[in-house]
């Protein structure tokens, strides 16, 4: 069974930084390209940034890029989404997917508040 748990959400003030870890099970995570999503209270979701499989590639949306910054472990299953400058618009829940774009399986999310 395909399990994306997500973790390392929370509390933070603007301007702060947050690690966002996923930690991934039953496929073959080396083999896959992953990827971040969000979706803030009321709105659709958002595509935020992809890895490839090797994890040596990386894109990432206009909103995050330059602030955030996703990176893989593939011996210890585990994606990351580095978090800086965080504003309060990136309140959201925060989503590992399976896959270069969006629309792949994905975790239970992790929620990111940002507020003073």
């Known amino acids: 069974e395909v399990q994306l748990v997500e973790s390392g959400g929370g509390l933070v003030q603007p301007g702060g930084s947050l690690n966002l870890s996923c930690t991934a099970s039953g496929f073959k995570f080396e083999d896959e390209d992953m990827n971040w999503v969000r979706q803030a209270p009321g709105k659709e979701i958002e595509w935020l940034a992809s890895i490839i499989r090797v994890g040596t590639a990386s894109t990432y949306a206009k909103s995050v890029e330059g602030r955030f910054t996703i990176s893989r472990d593939n011996a210890k299953n585990t994606l990351y989404l580095q978090m800086d400058r965080l504003k309060v618009q990136d309140t959201a829940m925060y989503y590992c997917?399976?896959?270069?774009?969006?629309?792949?399986?994905r975790g239970q999310g992790t929620l990111v508040a940002v507020s003073s």
């Open positions: 997917a399976i896959g270069w774009v969006i629309g792949g399986q």
